[in-house]
Nanobody
Framework: VQLQASGGGLVQPGGSLRLSCAAS????????MGWYRQAPGKQRELVAE???????NYGDSVKGRFTISRDNAKNTMYVQMNSLKPEDTAVYYC?????????????????WGQGTLVTVSS
């Protein structure tokens, strides 16, 4: 299973970006998916997460500004980031809890994408 994150870049404060995370490979089902970020010198933190049924949860610092969504038919997750601030600058990683089969048995595994850099600066 591979997760490919894309959409990062340089944006001015107050601007918007949309990140995508596409899952590919051999798997039975994707359960929860999420976005995390890590700024220089800081720990990785939750940005937002979404279940297969569409329930969402956001980190306090992005509530009201970011919106997470997913297209289950495309195995793709998105996050629309609005009103971006310099403190949103970080590498953004996507994460997925995926049901795969091992020795003919279903098992849940955690996968991470490679990260995409978001820089908010004037």
């Amino acid at each position: 299973v591979q997760l490919q994150a894309s959409g990062g870049g340089l944006v001015q404060p107050g601007g918007s970006l949309r990140l995508s995370c596409a899952a590919s490979g051999s798997f039975f089902r994707i359960n929860a998916m999420g976005w995390y970020r890590q700024a220089p010198g800081k720990q990785r933190e939750l940005v937002a997460e979404i279940t297969s049924g569409g329930s969402t949860n956001y980190g306090d610092s992005v509530k009201g500004r970011f919106t997470i969504s997913r297209d289950n038919a495309k195995n793709t997750m998105y996050v629309q980031m609005n009103s971006l601030k310099p403190e949103d600058t970080a590498v953004y990683y996507c994460n997925a809890l995926v049901i795969v089969t091992e020795d003919y048995l279903p098992i849940q595994r955690t996968y991470w994408g490679q990260g995409t850099l978001v820089t908010v600066s004037s």
